[in-house]
């Protein structure tokens, strides 16, 4: 520091008395020279680091690649002591600074064969090596890169029902890492699994949030059926949040939930919110729905009028019922995206496309007449596909 004091203040006293524009461009000069030398030196760390990185783990793969396949491909449930003389490991032996190395090929040689993975073996090397254990800890220390990098990793090797493994993350500062080690929980939590789904799940609810919760719950699901969504829902502030719920009860098929549902949509205010449950009613094809939406359709904007219209289509099994309905909006409809949803979903619903003909005839512009055009040739390529 003293050194830095001192070129500092012989710079100033070689320009003391210069123009004010001079003294300025020595002193960019110096900073850019400043930032130039640091830049090459982390430049220069970044890579001989890579190039570390890089020795070892080709080190590790000479050493275990082949000997992980004959294990992880077995056909055969094979004891720890077997899989150690396999691998001709010792048990604790691996130091931590191998340990990255070692998961990172561990996961390349699982994805790169077309064989059948066995689990339970794949299990049995994750133990030996204390993969889990090395990331957990990685995970505890206070390096948001580093715990990053170890949430991934875990979420990589770890197995549904491995425990709690970052239970100590879920309250963390850091948004991202915060909300990540809620999905990863829900993922991999040996009990209560779910108890983030309350409160809206985290501030600021996005689409990120939606894809990840969306793939744990799927994990989930692979497991054993999952809990009602519909509790949640109801405890939902966050308009966001309560779609996205909405919108996964249809895509996980609770049929359970659509008398709730129907109910809900009768009380609602948001208009976002009933469009949302208008169109899990459709996936659902909850037919006792039929008379409520029907009723309500008159009363609500375009975009919940077009879910209506949708999900009415999706109602096969009470054809008759939603087509009557279908072909008396049309002959009221001036909209022109709603006119096209209703021409296309009688088409759907009309079996032998008497109604569908009968309404077509009585076209009397072209606007009218390409609506029906458009829906037989849409419809037409879907067919052929």
Known sequence: MDAIKYYLYYLD??????????????????????????????????????????????????????KLKLVLFSGQNLSRDVIINKLEFKQGSLKNKEKESVTELLLFVKDSDDQTLNEFNYSEVIEIFGLIGYWEGILRKNNLKRNKQALRMLEDIAKPGSGNIVAHKVQGRNNDLRKHSKNTHMRFASYDAFKFLEDDFDREFNSLDEMRICAALEERAKQKKLPLLIHWVHTAQNELYKCFLIKE?????????????????????????????????????????????????????????????????????????????????????????????????????????????????????????????YVEKVNEVALVK
Do not use: W
């Open 13 to 66: 006293s070689q320009f003391t008395g210069f123009p004010l524009i001079i003294r300025i461009t020595v002193f960019i000069i110096m900073l850019l020279i400043l930032f130039y030398a640091i830049s090459v030196i982390r430049f220069y760390y970044i890579v001989r680091t890579r190039k570390k990185k890089e020795k070892l783990y080709k080190k590790m793969a000479e050493r275990f690649e082949e």
């Open 249 to 373: 009860i249809g895509f996980f098929n609770q049929k359970e939930s659509g008398s709730q549902l129907v109910e809900m949509y009768q009380n609602e205010k948001s208009y976002q919110v009933k469009a949302q449950i208008v169109e899990t009613l459709g996936l659902l094809k909850y037919d006792d729905a039929i008379d409520v939406l029907t009723d309500s359709y008159g009363f609500n904007p375009v975009p919940v009028q077009a879910c209506i219209i949708e999900a009415l289509g999706n109602m096969d099994s009470l054809k008759l019922k939603s087509l009557s309905f279908l072909e008396q909006i049309y002959e009221e409809t001036q909209n022109g995206d709603l006119l096209t949803k209703i021409v296309d979903n009688i088409y759907k619903l009309d079996q032998n496309k008497d109604t569908f003909y009968k309404l077509k005839q009585k076209s009397t512009d072209d606007f009218h007449e390409s609506v029906f055009t």
